[in-house]
């Protein structure tokens, strides 16, 4: 079932520079939800703290009722939590495929593993495992790629790959930075696409971060703007884009009194 997040007053400071401020929201089970503001307003650091990267000073953060803060972050994947980074990590010189099995690999042995990727103790093996990561490929364009290495491979391909690393976990809640980041412009509408179809096919809650406002304003139900780490406003696309506060974010102070 997709799962609720609910943020309040979470607050993150790094020695005296205060990242995050009262920052409060919550996202409906199985909303598409948009994460926007300039470089530097806290998105990435928003996203380390409902993954358990970062701890914020005060503040709480809930997966459906479960305390993210109580956690342990290696636990949080038993809540359904799933994510991909602004700047992918992978093993380039491991296959596509043993890269994108890498997330859950070490989890099959354990007691949780079965359990987190919700399947019944005895029936998944790796192969399996295999099985679903390559169907994962497929169905986002790069079954192509499976048996090759992504050293040679594009910034977007690489996207695409930890996003399969990431579903391979069957989330119930999916934190997206930057996804479409390194995609040609032709690209972005087919992702669009494969967004949707992952909304439509899964029980599933999706936070996207994303500089790419048609992407914004294609898919999400609802937005929030962060600037210099506190919340800006909380609503549409539309109405965010139309918003004076968020124009200015955008822009700049300087630029739109050169404008003006
Ligand atoms: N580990 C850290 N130590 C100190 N400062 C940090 C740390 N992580 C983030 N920051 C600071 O927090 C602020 C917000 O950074 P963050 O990466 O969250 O922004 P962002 O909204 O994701 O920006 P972008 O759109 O460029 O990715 C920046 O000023 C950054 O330098
Ligand atoms: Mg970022």
């Not at 495929?97 to 690999?105: F, I, K, Q, R, Y």
């Not at 989890?107 to 295999?130: A, F, I, M, N």
């Not at 399969?164 to 996804?179: I, N």
């Not at 609802?222 to 955008?250: C, F, N, P, W």
Request: net charge negative; with cysteine.
């Amino acid at each position: 079932m997709a799962a609720r997040l609910t943020l309040e007053h979470v607050n993150l400071r790094f020695g005296g520079v205060k990242v995050l401020e009262d920052v409060g929201f919550e996202v409906q089970p199985g909303e598409v939800f948009g994460l926007v503001g300039p470089n530097g307003a806290g998105k990435t650091s928003l996203f380390n703290c409902i993954s358990g990267h970062y701890r914020p000073s005060s503040g709480s953060i809930r997966i459906d009722e479960q305390e993210v803060l109580a956690t342990a972050p290696w636990r949080l994947s038993r809540l359904g939590l799933a994510r991909t980074f602004q700047h992918p990590a992978l093993q380039l010189h491991a296959t596509v495929l043993e890269n994108v099995m890498l997330g859950a690999h070490p989890r099959l042995r354990g007691g949780p593993v079965s359990w987190s990727l919700r399947v019944p103790p005895t029936g998944k093996d790796e192969r399996s495992l295999r099985a679903d990561a390559l169907e994962l490929l497929d169905r986002f364009g790069l079954g192509w790629a499976a048996m090759r290495t992504p050293d040679e491979m594009s910034h977007g391909l690489h996207k695409g790959i930890e996003l399969c690393r990431a579903m391979l976990l069957q989330p119930r809640l999916l934190l997206l930075d930057e996804p479409a980041a390194g995609l040609p412009h032709s690209e972005v509408d087919g992702f669009i696409d494969q967004v949707r179809r992952m909304r439509s096919d899964f029980d599933i809650t999706i936070v996207i971060v994303e500089h790419h406002m048609g992407l914004i304003s294609a898919l999400t139900d609802r937005v929030v703007v962060l600037d210099h780490g506190r919340k800006l406003m909380e609503g549409t696309a539309s109405q965010a884009q139309a918003d004076a506060r968020v124009i200015e974010a955008y822009i700049g102070k300087d630029a739109a009194d050169d404008a003006a």
